[in-house]
């Protein structure tokens, strides 16, 4: 048996004014999903515990049967972790996002203007990281490059006691002043964050980018503070030998931490320009390689609703069930081996609010040699909700999906 799941990361949303009261899940044509879910088992799982934020790190963990209440340390050490930082216990870690802010004096009257600092490739980040760990690196800061705008920094030494350090993409457009922590500890953190502006304004490659009409990366911003992780290994819980696939370093470190392969993808980049072929060959190559359990996860949804950008999430949708979920059935039905597949998001990322929710989620799931009849045309939000099916958590649905 081969166990598939294709992760649409903040897929799931609320009706929306701009399509019409309409979900990005109602209107994209997904007819891979919905075959799933026809033939299949359609329903609501909560992937987010009660108590913990809904960001991709509890979510993910949650859908993959971890128990993110206890086994969660926080998001950037996972990230860490896949960038290759060889962690102790005693640091602490935080993401480092590089964002645009607005021109506005002073720092704390600034608007987060672009929480991915207007896309910016790996090549120029890893750039500025190299000038700002240069600055601001220390015996006990040091910062360290990923892939585009998602960027580490370890604390050696280090506290938790931070207050407040709050994710960019929840406050688009926003001032950012009531989002600085007031902590006392968390003071060199703010600090940095402050000095950073007029360091990075003056940067080449940001002044390349102004005049190229792009937006600059004017600012590092901290946040998601964790500790050394330590996630059971996946092959010991359950007996299978498991893949992740992801252009963030958010899950392939979940997946480095958990014993699973994290095959790098070229041209990934969690956007709607990705390699999507490139992710499912390279699942493809993991089955035809020995493995048993496949996670292809998917960042585009997540960033379209981030974005605010209604269209390109329906777009990302369709894109991820063409160019994904149908040739991977393909493939697994030319095996001639039984096989199971799953698709569903991690959160919801709505347009409206343009960040992570806690709600229940749609999931489709089917297994090759045991097809029913759901009596579900199309897999969305409401038809989820009407099967009257729900799992209370994510380690129950992993459990069942898994058998």
């Known amino acids: 048996m081969k166990y598939a799941v294709v992760l649409f990361d903040g897929m799931a949303d609320y009706p929306c004014p701009a399509l019409n009261g309409h979900t990005p899940m109602d209107l994209a044509k997904k007819p891979n999903l919905d075959f799933i879910g026809a033939h299949g088992k359609v329903g609501l799982v909560k992937t987010v515990p009660d108590g913990l934020k809904p960001g991709s790190d509890v979510a993910n963990l949650g859908v993959l049967g971890y128990d993110a209440r206890t086994c969660y340390t926080g ?6 972790v896949s960038i290759g930082v060889n962690l102790l216990d005693t640091d602490v870690t935080l993401r480092c996002n590089l964002v645009t802010l607005s021109d506005d004096e002073p720092y704390e009257n600034k608007v987060m203007v672009d929480y991915s600092a207007g896309d910016i490739s790996t090549a120029e980040a890893a750039e500025i990281i190299r000038s700002v760990e240069e600055k601001f690196g220390t015996d006990r800061f040091r910062f360290y490059n990923g892939v585009s705008y998602r960027h580490c920094l370890v604390w050696h030494n280090g506290t938790m006691d931070l207050g407040s350090m ?3 993409h929840d406050i688009s457009d926003r001032v950012i002043g009531p989002y600085l922590s007031t902590a006392e500890k968390a003071a060199p953190l703010i600090d940095m964050m402050k000095k950073s502006y007029d360091f990075l304004m003056q940067h080449p490659v940001n002044r390349k980018r102004i005049a190229e009409g792009k937006r600059p990366a004017n600012s590092i911003w901290l946040w998601g503070e964790g500790t050394k992780p330590s996630l059971g290994n996946f092959y010991e819980m359950h007996g299978l030998k498991g893949t992740i696939i992801s252009a963030v370093d958010l899950l392939k470190g979940i997946g480095g931490c958990a014993g699973m392969q994290t095959p790098e993808v070229e041209g990934v980049t969690g956007y709607l320009d990705t390699n999507f072929e490139g992710k499912c060959q390279a699942a493809i190559d ?12 998917v960042e585009a949804p ?8 209604p269209e390109n999430k329906v777009k990302a949708i369709e894109l991820i069930d063409a160019k ?15 096989y199971k597949i799953m698709c569903l998001p991690d959160h919801p990322t709505p347009l409206t609010t343009k960040t992570h929710a806690p709600d229940p989620v749609p999931f489709a799931m089917m297994q090759k040699s045991a097809p029913v009849d759901s009596g579900v045309a199309s897999v969305n939000e409401k038809s989820a909700q009407a099967t009257g099916v729900y799992v209370p958590d994510g380690v129950s649905l992993m459990k069942e999906f898994l058998g």
């Open 75 to 80: 998001r950037s050490p996972l990230e860490a």
């Open 166 to 168: 709050t994710p960019p």
């Open 286 to 297: 993991a089955f035809k390689n020995g493995q048993d359990f496949v996670y292809v996860h």
């Open 302 to 309: 997540d960033e379209c609703g981030h974005r605010g950008e």
């Open 324 to 338: 994904i979920v149908g040739p991977l059935m393909a493939y697994l039905n030319s095996t001639g081996e039984d």
